[in-house]
């Protein structure tokens, strides 16, 4: 039981179970998330959103890890967490203005694009750090760098 409720949590809910490129829709999965999250919540329904699919993910991944080899690609709660924390920058804008698909459209393009290239320090994350904690802070790592250019273009008024 325990280990059905970690695979669960860990593909999100079955989302990481796509034939093809399951972390795209693991990430694609947690854009509706991060709308009603912000939506309602603000900043801080994203980073509360952050904090839980990231301790919830290392528990689930870490029993996951017991049965699979490191890091799977079934496995998108990283992605959720990740994904999640490149709209906290931006978390208030979101809130207060209802015509915000761009944000969420290039935001979920920059998180694909640093998870799946993995600049430095998240290809080192992803390669030295072989355990639950390092499938998590990839993904972490890429949502920051993501946050942060969506937050620059959104301040330096490239996206209004």
Known sequence: MKQQISFL???FFNSGRAPKAPGTFGSLATVPL???LAYFFGFWGIISG???????G???VKEVLKS???DPSFVVIDEVAGQLLTFAGVASYLQNN???LLFYI???ILFRIFDIFKPFPVSWADKKILNHWGVMLDDIIAGLYAGLILWGLHYFQFLI
Do not use: K, M
Request: no cysteine; charged share 0%; aromatic share 20%.
């Open 68 to 70: 699979t080899p490191h």
């Open 98 to 100: 209802s015509s915000s």
């Open 34 to 36: 991060a709308f009603v």
């Open 50 to 56: 952050v904090i839980v699919s990231f301790f919830i």
């Open 58 to 60: 290392t528990a689930a």
């Open 9 to 11: 949590f860990a593909t």
């Open 106 to 108: 290039i935001g979920f």
